[in-house]
C-alpha cells in the first residue's frame, strides 16, 4: 500500500537480479499480480546460520572453528561479489548490504553458503534513496560509522562480517543490551576483544584476522571481502578446502526437528 516501500521492494529485486554468484541468493523474477509485488527466487532447503547456532546453544555445542571459518570464507565471497558490481556503463554502483548478520546467511542441508536479503543495501543511484541520519539493519552487527549514521562503504560489510565470525568462533553475542539503545550504546564504545579470549585453540593467527576486520576505523580494516577471505584462507586452510558435505552433515544432525517440518510441509 506504501509507494515507498514498493519501490525499495523493486530496488531490492533490480539489484538481486545483477548479482551471479554461488553464494548469494538469486533473484528469478519480480512480478505483480492485482497490484500486489513479489519476487521469484532461489528455494533454499534449509535454515539460517541464526537457527543453527542457537540449536547449538541449547545442546550446548559449538561450530568448530573450521566450519566456521568456511562458512565466513563462503560469504565473504558473496559479499565481494555483490561489492564489485557495475552498472550498463561500467561504474561501480558502490553496493554495502549493511545487513549481514546470521539471519541472512542461509544454510542448505547440502552444506550450500547464501546471503540473503539486499532491502535495506545501499547502491548510488538507488531510485529509493535513505532518508539522511537514518540508520537501516540490525544494530547489533553495525560498523561504528554505520551506527552513528554515518557515510557507509563495502568496508563497512566487512566489519559485519567479522562481528558474525567473532559470534560463531566464541558462540557468544558480540553486543547485547535490554534494548536497542543499549546495544547501539555497546557498538559506539568500540571495545574489541580477541575471540581466542572465549575459545581457546584458534588457529594461530585468527585472532588478528578477526580484529582486523573489526577495526575501529573502515582504513585499518580489510579493504575488501575478499581481502578477509585470503586472510582466512591463509591463516586455515582446512577450512577453506573443507567440503560443503561437512556442513550439510552437521545440519542433517542437528537440525532434526526442522527438518522433519520441512519435509512434511514440502509434501502437502
Known sequence: ??????????????????????NVVHVEELRELEGNHFLVMEYVHGCSLGQLVRSLARLRRRLSPELAIHVAIKVADGLHAAHEIHDEAGQPLGVVHRDVSPQNILLSYQG??????????????????????????????MSPEHASAKDLDRRSDVYALGVVLWEMLTMRRRFDGASDLDVLAAVRRLDVVPPSRHAPGLPRGLDEVVLRAMAIAPGDRFQTARELRDALVEVSPRAAALHESALGTLLSAIMTDRIEADRTRLAS
Do not use: C, W
Not at 500500500?1 to 554461488?22: C, G, K, Y
Not at 545501499?122 to 539493519?137: D, H, W
Open 112 to 141: 550450500n553458503v547464501k546471503l540473503i536479503d539486499f532491502g535495506v543495501a545501499k547502491v548510488r543511484g538507488r531510485v529509493q534513496e535513505t532518508a539522511g541520519g537514518s540508520i537501516k539493519g540490525k544494530f547489533r552487527y
Open 1 to 22: 500500500q506504501d509507494p515507498t516501500f514498493v519501490q525499495m521492494f523493486v530496488d531490492e529485486a533490480l539489484l538481486s537480479a545483477r548479482i551471479e554468484h554461488p
